[in-house]
């Protein structure tokens, strides 16, 4: 079974506060052609459900098209943290990670079309213990992994630093925790410091 954990993109997809919405619009109808309907895409890299290039938070990092593309597909953790604040090294206690290089973070704080005012913490603390327990890639339902109002990123740079990426904007709510399939492609973007994606989940 293949389970959609993408956020829709339209008119109401939230966007971060300032940066620009999702808008899409037929550049010619097919009218108007007499023969295709063609539409165009405006939009931030990081609206709904994305993935974050090293380059949106670090100058030198590496660019959208520049990472490989193993590290969004594969067996991935979904792990319930829907009744945390904060999450930390202890939610993970008792939990296989053996064989496991990706995990998802399910909080279910972003249910709906509206851009959540608060979200749980990151501890950056997880960068070093995934490394540890070779964890190479995290996604999020959240708009970010680090809180909102941060300037200094501190979770986004631990995850880096320590070989993670980051997927975020999941869409978990309907997701069981347990063990999936995960494929989630960003686009060869050339110099992107981030990119849509569509997510699923498959169940093994």
């Not at 931030?44 to 969004?72: N, W, Y």
């Not at 999020?140 to 740079?157: A, G, M, R, Y």
């Not at 993670?164 to 399939?181: A, C």
């Amino acid at each position: 079974m293949i389970i959609d954990i993408s956020r829709l993109l339209n008119t109401n997809t939230p966007t971060w506060p300032g940066d620009t919405p999702f808008s899409y619009q037929l550049t010619w109808s097919q009218e108007e052609t007499g023969s295709v309907n063609v539409g165009q895409i405006t939009t931030s890299c990081h609206t709904a459900t994305h993935v974050d290039a090293p380059f949106h938070f670090k100058d030198r990092g590496m660019t959208i098209e520049q990472l490989p593309l193993e590290i969004f597909v594969g067996d991935a953790l979904v792990v319930d943290v829907t009744t945390k604040g904060e999450i930390t090294i202890q939610d993970f206690d008792g939990l296989n990670l053996k064989d496991v290089r990706k995990v998802l973070l399910k909080t279910d704080t972003w249910t709906n079309d509206l851009f959540p005012e608060t979200i749980p913490i990151i501890d950056p603390e997880l960068g070093p213990f995934f490394l540890e327990n070779g964890i190479e890639l995290l996604g999020v339902d959240l708009p970010s992994v680090d809180p909102l109002d941060s300037k200094t990123l501190d979770t986004h740079h631990s995850l880096l630093k320590n070989g993670v990426h980051i997927l975020e904007g999941l869409n978990l709510t309907d997701v069981e925790p347990g063990l999936y399939r995960l494929t989630a492609l960003p686009l060869k973007v050339e110099g992107a410091d981030g990119s849509p994606v569509r997510a699923i989940l498959e169940t093994l």
